[in-house]
């Protein structure tokens, strides 16, 4: 518990903002897990249709491509997440992996599976040892 309330005061999240962050990630992770079972539903759904014409073929073949990107993205979404929720478990939440530097609260709530700052998105962290 000590390693959590260290790394909270260092980043200037307090417990409560943290409880916070973690209660929105959750309510993201329930609202996208939804959209996944919908998408399978209309993909079921889809591949369980009549004989259809070419041309709704056609249509159907780019929805049923369109709700799979949607599930792919999802997906992803919901690992980032997850690993969001795990870093706030291990008391590394809000901290730059690339500097170790506090990450500012604006950006976690624009964007609360965040893991860098703006100016190192796309970088990878440094590796010990």
Known sequence: MRRVWLAS????LARMDTEEFRRMLLDRRRDLLRRIDSVEEHL???GES???ELEER???DLI???LLSLDERSREELLAINAALQRIADGTYGICEV??????????RAMPTATTH???A????ARAG
């Open 99 to 108: 500097c170790g530097e506090p990450i500012p609260e604006a950006r976690l």
């Open 64 to 66: 049923s491509h369109r």
């Open 118 to 120: 703006v100016e190192h």
């Open 50 to 52: 009549v004989e259809l």
């Open 9 to 12: 005061a260092l980043h200037g």
């Open 58 to 60: 056609a249509q159907e």
């Open 44 to 46: 079921v759904e889809a």
């Open 122 to 125: 796309g970088r990878r962290p």
